[in-house]
């Protein structure tokens, strides 16, 4: 049996190896430089584009995935399905079969991890520590799933932004928040988010999201620009406090406002089940 075990996590990693050509990492994003006046026409292009188009309310899409850490860099194919401001699931295959290897299901408080080659179920808090031992990235659960989904609502008012930069063919404003700063980069040519940096009470970023390849997407009368590349890197998270860790999702394809139910999470059976709290990274990490 032990043997066998070990046949079948060498074929994960073969499977999962073999994923890992054109891999794909956080690229730069220039950012404005030149200081500007904040006039009316700026406080209107945040505001909209702080609303994140509210009529969109769920997705369904396949997508790349690559996550890499100061230890590690995977290449997977997933399905994530996503309940705006609710539940969401990602169906994670890895190498050139497409095999299925684990289905992770995201509530507000709770996470649910079926690791399929191993027959076990982790379950746990939605918390940084645990989103961090799956997916590599501890940026908390609502920043997690508005970033998959491409579209953060940025809840600060007008009243927030400090200072406004331009250049580059973007606008960049700089709010204040109660952890330190949010710098929200914006293209007034289509009224997008470019990226959204968080940044600590000493200007230290923090986390970093850029939002790459928008495409149009009309629901209901309504329209809206969606990127179909994010990108999210999240310095010094790591024990030492060196290195970044990064996640790449890339859509090939998606629908969006198909699902107005909430997403359920069948427990699997027959199954060892661990405690995700007590855990240590998972194996595809």
């Not at 070990?6 to 054109?22: P, Q, S, Y």
């Not at 997508?63 to 169906?91: S, Y």
């Not at 579209?151 to 009243?159: G, N, R, Y």
């Not at 999470?265 to 990274?281: E, G, Y």
Request: overall charge positive.
């Amino acid at each position: 049996m032990k043997g066998k075990r070990m046949w079948v996590w060498m074929l994960f990693m073969l499977l999962l190896g073999g994923g890992c050509t054109d891999f794909r990492t956080v690229g730069r994003q220039e950012m404005p430089a030149e200081q500007t006046a904040l006039i009316a026409e700026h406080s209107a292009l945040y505001r909209e584009v702080a609303e994140a188009s509210p009529f969109i309310e769920s997705l369904d899409g396949y997508a790349d995935v690559w996550i890499k850490t100061p230890k590690r860099q995977n290449r997977v194919f997933c399905n994530i399905l996503i309940n705006r401001g609710g539940e969401a699931r990602m169906i994670v295959s890895a190498g050139i079969l497409g095999w299925p290897v684990a289905d992770l299901f995201f509530s507000r408080d709770s996470l649910y991890v079926h690791d399929m080659l191993n027959n076990r179920l982790f379950q746990g808090s939605n918390n940084e520590l645990n989103l961090e031992k799956i997916l590599g990235v501890n940026s908390g659960y609502r920043l997690l799933s508005e970033s998959l989904l491409g579209l953060v609502k940025i809840t600060e008012p007008s009243s927030a932004i400090r200072t406004v930069k331009k250049g580059s063919g973007k606008l960049s404003f700089t709010l204040a928040t109660r952890t330190g700063t949010k710098e929200v980069v914006i293209d007034p040519s289509n009224r997008t988010l470019s990226a959204l940096l968080l940044k600590d009470r000493q200007g230290k970023t923090t986390t970093e999201i850029h939002f790459r390849n928008f495409e149009t997407i009309s629901k209901d009368g309504h329209t809206a620009l969606v990127p179909k590349d994010i990108e999210m890197v999240l310095y010094n998270s790591n024990a030492d406090g060196t290195g970044d860790h990064q996640l790449v999702i890339s859509y090939d394809d998606r629908v969006f406002n198909q699902r107005n139910r909430s997403l359920k999470f069948l427990m699997p059976k027959k199954v060892k089940v661990v405690n995700l709290d007590d855990a240590q990274i998972l194996p595809w990490m």
